[in-house]
């Protein structure tokens, strides 16, 4: 299934864990990605593609649909699936393009809308977040 993901770009990323402490470090990639043309984000894997899996698949497809609903406003469609990519357990977290846009992180006091651009997530600029609403 992760062959044709080569490299993060503007419509995927990889995260070797689901971070439930510092949750943003992901969560921003969702406001990103609901916020354009849609992306994965891809749990399990490293930044140089390596597959390491992850422990507790349902426990970490629990806290981040959990996150998701707690952090992301309003919330964005998601598809949420749990597969094998040689011998390990591997999330794939599809975010479908918004209609209800901006989406935007909510947590610690602030607020704020993410845009792709290439391979990064940023908070948006203003006159972005102008033109989407």
């Known amino acids: 299934m992760l062959e044709k993901f080569i490299a993060e770009a503007t419509d995927c990323d990889f995260k070797a ?9 992901w969560l921003k990639s969702v406001s990103a990605f609901a916020n354009s043309i849609g992306g994965m984000l891809i749990f399990g894997i490293d930044d140089e593609q390596q ?16 996150l ?9 469609r998601i598809e949420l699936t749990a597969f ?4 390990n357990d591997i999330l794939c977290l ?3 393009p918004g209609s209800a846009t901006p989406y935007y992180y909510k947590a610690d006091g602030i607020m704020e809308a993410y845009i ?7 908070v948006a600029p203003e006159h972005i977040l102008m033109s989407t609403s």
């Open 116 to 122: 792709r651009v290439g391979n990064e997530s940023i």
């Open 68 to 76: 998701i609903k707690e952090r992301i406003l309003p919330l964005p």
């Open 84 to 87: 094998k990519e040689r011998g």
């Open 94 to 96: 599809k975010i479908l």
């Open 17 to 25: 864990a689901v971070e439930r402490r510092k949750p943003k470090c």
């Open 51 to 66: 597959t390491i899996g992850l422990d507790s698949v349902q426990d970490n497809a629990e806290s981040i649909s959990r």
